[in-house]
């Protein structure tokens, strides 16, 4: 059954999940990269947006600056992050509406970049948004034999609870906790 909305576009009910999960993943995009922004002012981190592998098609823009382009590959990790310690590696950014996310929201080319990162010995982590509850979990931690998804209560179980501070995930603040604990 499809759905029609104001634009005149209709979706399935697989493409309107899809939608509802591609909004959600750009607003917690825009406030980790406004996370970003202030750390890098103070000097603190810095956390680059790592964009999706494609090629241009031709040179001539399309109606509202567009280029027309095609998919090279699949994408990897959402961001890298440095940290004025020192640290650095990779961020996968997953965010849903609901109170549980899947294992394999990590697709196969994310869980090999991660896990290169971790044997490596930088940091591999997975900032998760449920419910509006941020939370960080070192790859590591994130596959479960036993189970195939991740509730709030397991991603406490096995990460870290993010601070929001005036509406930002601030994710040092865990870094912060984990030194000092």
């Given at each position: 059954?499809?759905?029609f ?11 309107l999940a899809?939608?509802k ?7 917690a ?9 202030i750390?890098a ?6 956390i680059?947006k790592?964009?999706?592998p494609?090629?241009?098609?031709g ?6 600056g567009?280029f ?5 590959g ?9 940290l004025s310690?020192?640290?650095g590696g ?10 549980r996310i ?14 290169q990162?971790?044997e ?6 997975i ?12 790859y590591?931690?994130?596959?479960h034999?036993?189970r195939?998804?991740h ?7 096995i ?6 501070v ?7 603040r865990?870094?912060e906790g984990i030194?000092?604990?």
């Amino acid at each position: 059954m499809r759905k029609f909305y104001s634009t005149g576009k209709s979706y399935t009910t697989k493409g309107l999940a899809g939608l509802k999960s591609k909004r959600a993943g750009q607003d917690a995009e825009t406030l980790l990269e406004a996370q970003g922004d202030i750390y890098a002012s103070q000097n603190r981190a810095r956390i680059w947006k790592r964009h999706e592998p494609y090629r241009r098609l031709g040179g001539s823009k399309l109606k509202g600056g567009a280029f027309r382009a095609v998919y090279t590959g699949r994408a990897g990790c959402d961001y890298q992050i440095m940290l004025s310690d020192g640290r650095g590696g990779l961020l996968e950014l997953k965010s849903r509406s609901g109170a549980r996310i899947r294992i394999d929201a990590i697709d196969d080319v994310q869980r090999q970049e991660l896990s290169q990162a971790s044997e490596w010995g930088h940091l591999a982590l997975i900032v998760v948004r449920l419910s509006g509850e941020w939370f960080l979990v070192s790859y590591e931690n994130w596959e479960h034999a036993h189970r195939k998804s991740h509730t709030i209560k397991q991603l406490l179980e096995i990460g870290h609870r993010i601070p929001v501070v005036g509406g930002l995930p601030d994710i040092l603040r865990v870094f912060e906790g984990i030194i000092e604990g």
